[in-house]
């Protein structure tokens, strides 16, 4: 990678986490709504764990933390979409499109700040959820697949969400980029385990690779690691073809900037 | 005196409705969005009714009530956008010039938020049934389900439109939305009051009257008639909406003095 590439991903990167920890209308939202999950569905569906056939022992916080740091990590992704969304609307990403040496960079830096906010969002929550009694059986080596995981889906989400962004150049882009992230996410085993599930969503988890992923989570977080290759195999596939979507997204903002 | 009167209210409940109807973007996520996270959940959380106590052996009985109420909470929002609009715009400004009474503004500002409950409620009630929600209290029971949905939607409404007068801008209106949201989930959304183990959160859905407004819902699909829960509910819903009636008037007050 070239100088100019770094220098375009630090420059990128620094507006954004300067934005994001600035404004409060970006930091409020990304904070409260994978608090408010996990507050309401960690306390208020506690008693799931009783259910004949749910076979998870590290509780029920702790099965409701591997789903809320999923969302948290993924969202981060796509807020980040938002702000390029933003930048395009307000006209500053034209101006950066003349002035970077490498345009590569320009998704890296965003890459970068979408990787601080849910690190941001994420230690608050680990935190929230320790208090709450998040019980983590996993050692050293679990937690470094855990957060591996989360750091890949991330970046895919983000990647994903700027390919739009890049394409579509407004802020009306916003549902596009957030609800095939909301579908992936909720048609996973959320509540309960994917044993538990009944009707359309459980033919729906069956298919959706985000099944793998959360499952192998909260394998880690037991310290009982299940599924792992194939949900690293599914996460680097996932950030492997947003990679290929946002380079055809800055492709088209390049044609018309 | 009081035919100007209604006919200011008419004429401000036509555009408010028209305006209302006319944005398919404040409308649909308003409809579809209940709906997508009540199939998600009554099929995700249907294992939830082997619970011992749980009262129903159908979750997407027990969740229906959720849609009316996250329904009310969009009307929070669209509520507040559109009257932060008319500050934006200096509609509001304009209307201070004339000889309009406050009354007649406030009542037709909230009759698009009406007419967008009413719309809500005869969805989900429809879809409800179609999917085989039994409404236990019968035909009289439904009609009452959209009664309490439309008071429900006029507090939520009212919030909204208080927010909006009060600091003139819509991105204060949508950054009070979260907390709308959180009202609903500290409530006794995903399980009966008695059916939560962990003893603060029980106590915050105890206190939480979002928490009535469902039961009241909830009462009528699965119970039948339960006057306790309906006096609960409606109690809670047409308090919140006279406190936040009041409050908005306040602040509609204090707004055209400042005009």
Sequence with gaps: MSRGFWAVARGVAWRNIHNFFTNPAMVIPALLFPLFFFIAFAGGLSRVDSIPGFDYAAGYTTFVYGFVL?????????????????????GFSRRLMLAASHRGGIVAGYWLSALVRALFTVALITVVALVAGLDLGGGAVDLLGLYTLAVLLNAAAMLFATGVAMRLRTMQAGPAMQMPMFLLLFLAPVWVPYDLLTGWVHAAASFNPITLVLESIRGFLEGDPTKVLPAFGVALLLVAVTVLWARGGLRSAERVA | ??????????????????????????????????????????????????????????????????????????????????????????????????????????????????????????????????????????????????????????????????????????????????????????????????????????????????????????????TGWDGEALALGFACAGGLALVALAAASSALRTRMVRT
Excluded: H
């Design chain 1, 70 to 90: 999923l969302q948290a990590s993924m969202f981060g992704g796509i807020f980040t979409g938002f702000s390029v969304a933003r930048d395009f609307e307000s």
């Design chain 2, 1 to 222: 005196m009081k035919s100007d009167l209604f006919l200011q209210v008419g004429m401000l409940a036509r555009r408010s409705v028209v305006r209302t109807l006319r944005q398919p973007a404040m409308v649909v996520p308003s409809i579809v969005f209940p709906l997508m996270l009540l199939s998600i959940n009554s099929s995700g959380l249907d294992s939830t009714t082997q619970i011992p106590g749980f009262p129903t052996n159908s979750y997407f009985e027990f969740a229906l009530a959720i849609a009316f109420v996250q329904g009310a909470l969009f009307s929070a929002n669209s509520a507040g956008t559109n009257v932060a609009n008319d500050i934006e715009s200096g509609f509001l400004n304009r209307l201070s010039l004339t000889p309009l009474r406050r009354i007649a503004l406030m009542m037709g500002q909230l009759s698009g938020i009406l007419a967008l409950g009413l719309i809500q409620a005869l969805t989900f009630l429809g879809v409800g049934v179609l999917f085989g929600a039994g409404i236990e209290a019968g035909v009289a029971g439904a009609a009452v389900i959209v009664l309490l949905s439309l008071t429900i939607s006029l507090a939520f409404g009212c919030i909204g439109a208080f927010v909006a007068l009060r600091t003139g801008t819509g991105e204060a209106v949508q950054g009070v939305f979260p907390l709308f949201f959180a009202a609903l989930f500290l409530s006794s959304m995903a399980l009966p009051r008695d059916l939560i183990e962990i003893g603060w959160f029980q106590t915050v859905a105890t206190y939480n009257p979002v928490s009535y407004m469902l039961e009241g819902i909830r009462s009528l699909v699965i």
